[in-house]
């Protein structure tokens, strides 16, 4: 038995009711909502950092910082300004700059990657010259020749070690400005202190000098870095894509006759006039003129409908056939399309505060790491009264503990799962949507355009008469409707000749009509040709005064949507089928393909609101879909999924992206981020025990820089085999 839902709304803005996210944006002043560019956060205390001294600004309401973008939207009284804040967030020790909302940060983040990898690449060829030049020393030169080699070794390094380590210096620096601690400022000292020492050693012809150490975990912990730059530099900002979306001007109708203007002049009440073939600029009321319109992205729903004096219409939607005089009820930051982009935007900060597994292991990381290296220089200078002693093995607990495979335990277990995915058809565009996904225990799935292909396909035409279907295919040529024209294939398909016809004539909103042996036909919408209007997608096609053939039609299911419900179902995860179709049709398709819970007819918010229900009820959702209407839901659920087929926005908001038009990897994907999750846990595991027993060993002085620096290199390397597993 079916459990069906029927979700109604009259209100004439579908994305302000029952929204209340987006009622609360709207009663903040316009000039109150400000942006700020945050490039050097990178981690959960960052963000929870950033957003307590926002907060504790005087007329700051609220702050979210969006991970992903590295961005702050800051909603504020009048009288804040950007300056203000970034002078805030300056004293607490990060970097902040005011944002153009308008702007894609694409920029930034492209430049960011080069940098990483051209440091990385630096470091990595610095630290072979380096090691080539140590295995002289390890092969046992002495006196000049051994000194000679690690002064070269110093000319290398040092230089490729101040420009390598950069953005560790500056991250430290940062933290320490305001006297607080992260993950690099253990990492700055390890590397002053290795390279330190080794000049004291190489100015006084010491027998051990440790520029190999230095620069080797410089080029480990870039590693790490650059790889988690790379599964987040896919994501796009999908309330920015939706703002793409909105018509920046309008034809306004006055008396004096027709005058473009921007929508933001635009008032309550005032006419616009929407040619064919133009997006509606505003939210309105037709007044005049009958036309069909694309409801696509607001609906989902790919085939057009009826629009005619009175009819409701959303800015978005495009008129396709006829011209369309319009009473403006909402324009520009009032309108439906914008604030759904305002609940996408909400959603996405909201997301981004998910803490990933690396984030809070590196909590207990700094600290405890300095407290060990302290206690232990201070120990073995109490010991032998020898400072070079102490600093050395100062700098090996330092570099032993260096979190090169803690920083490698994400990101390289995502590398691996997102190759092997991408292999199978998905693209992983989030860091941390693959340990979110292996904790879904809910899907949720939309279904035109995702379970189906959106594509109508006739059927039962054998069992109309033959010569009613030559008629049928002569009218539906001339006509663009995508009925018309899924009709117009499947019988040139069956090889069938279209009639001779007079007076071919479209009537805009409800077919097209002619003549034919002196009797009028007619394709088209049921009312117009005084049909009953069935529970199917149909046309209907009238000989005369004969009683109306219908039509009927179908949609494709998508290819492994069955699959992968099937096997959705078998991992006992709970499935829901939402849809803004009506009642019948999502029923008959749920049963189709398996799905026992129902939701018809739910406008963008209602899929927004119902996936927010779900996260209250502590369900962990995975929303799959395509449409402008699932965007909202996309950013709001726990893990997200949309076809490579879906809206630009759409694919914008979800985590992952099918490449094909196959939905079976979905399954793989569950079970992939399983695996992938307990190859996390199994290098947090390696990365545990190899400290637990190295440790002691850099405390009683049994390992020199350079020891701890192999050691350390052999804990990342097992760390990177172990997610390699996943391939």
Not at 583 to 609: M, Q
Not at 668 to 689: C, G, P, S, V
């Amino acid at each position: 038995m079916s459990a069906t839902y029927d979700h109604t709304s009259p209100a004439a803005c579908p994305a302000c009711a029952g929204a209340p996210a987006a009622e609360a944006l709207a009663e903040v002043p316009r000039d109150a909502r400000l942006m700020l560019s945050l490039p050097t956060i990178h981690c959960a205390g960052c963000i929870s950092g950033v957003e307590r001294a926002l907060m504790a600004t005087p007329g700051v309401q609220d702050a979210r910082v969006n991970l992903t973008l590295k961005r702050a939207l800051v909603e504020a009284e009048a009288g804040v300004t950007a300056e203000h804040l970034t002078q805030v967030l300056d004293r607490a020790g990060y970097e902040a700059h005011e944002l153009d909302p308008g702007v894609l940060a694409t920029t930034e983040n492209d430049r960011r990657g080069r940098d990483l990898l051209m440091r990385l690449a630096v470091a990595f060829f610095a630290m072979m010259n380096v090691m080539l030049l140590s295995v002289a020393v390890w092969s046992g030169a002495e006196d000049a020749t051994r000194d000679m080699m690690h002064w070269i070794s110093a000319a290398i390094a040092i230089p490729a070690v101040i420009f390598c380590g950069r953005p560790f210096y500056v991250s430290a620096w940062s933290a320490l400005r305001v006297r607080r601690l992260n993950m690099d400022v253990p990492i700055t000292l390890a590397i002053v202190l290795a390279v330190g020492t080794s000049l004291y050693e190489t100015a006084n012809s010491g027998h051990h000098a440790y520029f190999d150490a230095a620069i080797a975990l410089c080029f480990f912990l870039l590693a790490g870095r650059y790889l988690d730059h790379r599964t987040r530099a896919s994501a796009r900002s999908a309330a920015q894509e939706l703002a793409a979306l909105e018509v920046p001007r309008a034809l306004r109708l006055t008396e004096n006759g027709e005058e473009t203007v921007s929508v933001t002049e635009l008032a309550i009440g005032e006419l616009v006039l929407v040619k064919p073939g133009g997006r509606i600029p505003v939210d309105g009321r037709v007044t005049e003129g009958s036309s069909e319109i694309d409801r696509a992205l607001m609906t989902g729903e790919s085939l057009p409908a009826y629009a005619g004096p009175g009819s409701a219409v959303s800015a978005g939607e495009v008129n396709l056939t006829g011209p369309l005089t319009i009473e403006v009820t909402a324009a520009g930051e009032d309108t439906a399309l914008h604030r759904i982009a305002d609940l996408v935007a909400v959603a996405e900060a909201g997301r981004s505060n998910y803490t990933s597994l690396a984030d809070q292991a590196a909590k207990l990381y700094a600290p405890g790491v300095h407290i060990l290296s302290l206690l232990a220089a201070i120990g073995w200078w109490l010991y032998t009264q020898d400072l070079r002693i102490s600093l050395n093995i100062a700098a090996a607990v330092l570099i032993i503990t260096c979190p090169c495979a803690l920083g490698l335990a994400v990101p390289a277990v995502t590398t691996a799962a997102s190759g092997r995915l991408f292999r199978k058809g998905m693209l992983i565009k989030d860091g941390t949507a693959m340990e979110r996904l292996a904790e879904t225990d809910t899907v949720v799935f939309d279904k035109t355009g995702t379970l189906t292909l959106g594509a109508p396909q006739p059927v039962g035409l054998e069992e109309h008469p033959k010569e009613a279907m030559r008629v049928a295919l002569a009218l539906a040529q001339a006509s663009a409707h995508p009925l018309a024209e899924a009709l117009t294939s499947a019988l040139r398909k069956q090889t069938i000749r279209p009639a001779r016809l007079d007076g071919l004539t479209e009537v805009p909103g409800y077919g097209i009509e002619a003549t034919w042996k002196g009797q009028p036909v007619r394709l088209g919408r049921a009312a117009w040709l005084g049909a009953e209007a069935p529970d199917v997608t149909a046309t209907f096609l009238q000989i005369g005064e004969a009683t109306p053939l219908a039509i009927t039609f179908t949609d494709s299911i998508r290819p492994g949507a069955a699959e992968a419900v099937a096997a959705l179902k078998a991992q006992d995860k709970r499935l829901i089928l939402i849809s803004g179709d009506t009642k019948g049709a999502v029923t008959r398709f749920a049963a189709e393909i398996g799905i026992d819970e129902v939701i018809a007819e739910a406008l963008p918010e209602e899929k927004a609101a119902f996936v927010a229900d779900l996260a209250g009820q502590d369900a962990k959702v995975l929303m799959v879909g395509d449409g402008l209407n699932d965007t909202a839901a996309l950013a709001a659920a726990y893990v997200s999924i949309s076809p490579a087929s879906a809206l630009d926005a759409a694919r914008s908001a979800s985590d992952m992206v099918l490449l094909g038009r196959d939905l079976s990897p979905i399954a793989d994907a569950l079970t992939t981020a399983t695996q992938a999750r307990k190859r996390i846990h199994e290098n947090f595991t390696l990365a545990t025990i190899y400290n637990v027993l190295a440790v002691p060993f850099a405390i009683a002085g049994l390992a020199t820089p350079l020891i701890a620096a192999l050691a350390m290199s052999s804990s990342s390397l097992t760390v990177s085999l172990n997610a390699l597993r996943l391939k």
